[in-house]
């Protein structure tokens, strides 16, 4: 998608501050059916996996990980099914760092897949492997998928809280054994946007400049998002989220969002489909059975529906009101009645259903909807409106 920057309104300033950066390059990495699906009470079947294997292909994501075959039957089902379907994206495998797991995701003829290992002292460990046999395993499930013809990205779970020297080795490990691409993952959220970009520096001073780095980002202090820029910033060629940020504890990095303040707020070219995610958004609540605050960003109910009277005055100059157009995300702007309502906003819905009241009765329809919205505690419909114009206009 092609974003129209006469319906983006960010004013100047970020141009100025970014002014001689060159625009990063970054491709996205959905893993909703593995890691969104880890949301407590979540489970997907095969055929809603591939369902919203489809919606993610069509926003224009780069990278599907289709799920983790030897973890169910279900999952080799679904990834069967989505491997049929042939998308646009590319379809990733995933694997822990045992031979096992690799075997399953070459017999179902994938052709990528991450490889996954725990690296910080605390995993390490609550599992009780050393670190001397956690490189082994590195070292033997990486080659043992390079031979079989797999393109490997290494995924160091909890990469964040590692001991640096030990985060060296690991990767380099992983890096000489065949690996392809190196996954830096802060699995608890830790990091500080800060800390994402000294550690992706050192991940590339080690691994070589030209080394392909995603980012894997959860959302424990809410900063998903800024972590995922900050790694955009740093050198990271791929973002891995998952859609609405579903995952488990405070979720994972929102992929739509991330990709939206790229695209709007850096000016870096996406490829997102903006005007599906909030169809798309809506149809994964639907399967997973969750729901979103009306207020959140990109997809939220309310972020173009107005209720304050000063705000809605200003109704017919969306850029004073807005940061962008509501035509980017393919949603309608509307006028709701309430306790912050003014006379614009009487004004503005009258014309919207058409009614036809005159002007000098605006203030006592005003007040008439003032006590109901408080007496009700909520907004007044539109049929509500309706009656007490009837009401009003009978009585006169």
């Given amino acids: 998608m092609t974003i129209d920057r006469t319906k983006v309104w960010t004013g100047t300033l970020n141009e100025v501050a970014m002014a001689g950066r060159p625009k990063a390059e970054v491709g996205f990495y959905d893993t ?108 033997n499930s990486v080659e043992f998928g390079v031979k079989q013809g797999i393109h490997v990205a290494f995924f160091g779970v909890d990469s964040t809280r590692a001991d640096l020297d030990f985060f060296e080795r690991v990767y380099k490990t992983a890096r000489d054994a065949g690996a392809a691409e190196f996954v830096i993952v802060d699995t608890l959220a830790i990091a500080t946007p800060e800390a994402v970009s000294y550690l992706i520096g050192k991940a590339r001073s080690w691994l070589g400049q030209d080394a392909i780095i ?116 393919n949603t309608p702007r509307k006028i709701v009645l309430g306790k912050k309502s003014g006379l614009a906003s009487i004004k503005i819905k009258c014309e919207q259903l058409g009614l036809k009241v005159a002007e000098d009765r605006f203030p006592a329809l005003l007040a008439e909807i003032k006590k109901l919205a408080i007496s009700k505690r909520r907004l007044v419909t539109d049929e509500e409106f309706g009656s007490l114009v009837g009401t009003m206009s009978a009585a006169a």
Avoid: C
């Fill in 32 to 139: 909703t059916l593995r890691d969104g699906e880890q949301s407590t009470g979540v489970m997907f079947d095969p055929e809603q996996k591939l369902e919203i294997a489809r919606m993610v292909d069509r926003l224009g994501v780069g990278r599907i990980e289709a799920g983790f075959p030897r973890v169910s039957e279900d999952d080799r089902e679904a990834i069967k099914l989505i491997l049929a379907a042939k998308l646009k994206a590319e379809i990733w495998g995933f694997a822990r760092a045992m031979p096992e797991d690799v075997a399953a995701v070459a017999d179902l003829d994938l052709r990528h897949s991450v490889i996954e290992a725990p690296i910080s002292n605390m995993k390490l460990k609550a599992l009780g492997v050393s670190r001397e046999s956690v490189l082994e395993r590195i070292r």
């Fill in 214 to 329: 995603h980012w894997h980002g959860h959302n424990d202090f809410g900063l998903g998002t800024a972590d995922a820029i900050a790694a955009v910033g740093a050198g990271a060629r791929w973002v891995q989220g998952t859609i609405d940020g579903i995952g488990e504890r405070a979720g994972n990095a929102n992929l739509p969002e991330i990709a939206f303040a790229l695209e709007l707020l850096y000016q870096v070219d996406t490829g997102f489909h903006f005007d599906r995610v909030r169809e798309t958004s809506r149809r994964l609540r639907e399967i997973a059975g969750y729901q979103v605050e009306p207020w959140k960003s990109v997809v939220g109910e309310t972020l173009f529906v107005r209720e304050t009277g000063a705000v809605a005055a200003q109704f017919h100059i969306p850029e004073a009101i807005e940061p962008y157009s509501s035509d980017l995300v």
